[in-house]
């Protein structure tokens, strides 16, 4: 029943290591998103997608690499991972995305400690 | 770029006081939203303003988007412990597939 799921909801991993997280929406939604909130809770987009295709780049390490294989699904690959990577990562998803009036949904987030 | 600003970043008050968070953009914009993210959470929608002067309200709280639509706030009457948790506004520029977020402020109750 779950409108936007994301995996894992913990991820501690060493220096250097690549890992993912995947996030999956079954609401029907066209937009999908990438947001780092870090330990002061700021919430920062980082990527979008719509219809599977990157609409939103923001300034973001190329480590970082979103992939969307259908329009429910945006995952996010990251390489060489830095201990400033450490944050809590979520996902988000609206109905069309662009210059609209859609309220986003997140998911419940995936918190990435690196050690 | 677009800058969203909130104060204040942190707010105590005793259960029962009333609570505002003020909402500041550099540029004009289309819509402005709010959200509430409570501790361990993930942000959830609570509203969305579109009008110049728009004033919402869902029970004890109320939004006002500004005249100008560069600025809102929130403001909750007699809070409960269940406020506790992080309010963003997130604003949206013309013609900009951005929302872009507030700094946030975060609201604790005391009993």
Known sequence: DTAVSQTPKYLVTQ????????????????????????????????????????????????????????????????????????????????????????????????RLTVL | GQQVMQIPQYQHVQEGEDFTTYCNSSTTLSNIQWYKQRPGGHPVFLIQLVKSGEVKKQKRLTFQFGEAKKNSSLHITATQTTDVGTYFCAGRGFGNEKLTFGTGTRLTIIP
């Open chain 1, 15 to 110: 220096m250097g290591n690549d890992k993912s997280i995947k996030c999956e929406q079954n609401l029907g939604h066209d937009t999908m998103y990438w947001y780092k909130q870090d330990s002061k809770k700021f919430l920062k987009i980082m990527f979008s997608y719509n219809n599977k295709e990157l609409i939103i780049n923001e300034t973001v390490p190329n480590r970082f690499s979103p992939k969307s294989p259908d329009k429910a699904h945006l995952n996010l690959h990251i390489n060489s991972l830095e201990l400033g990577d450490s944050a809590v990562y979520f996902c988000a998803s609206s109905l069309r995305g662009g210059a609209s009036t859609d309220t986003q949904y997140f998911g419940p987030g995936t």
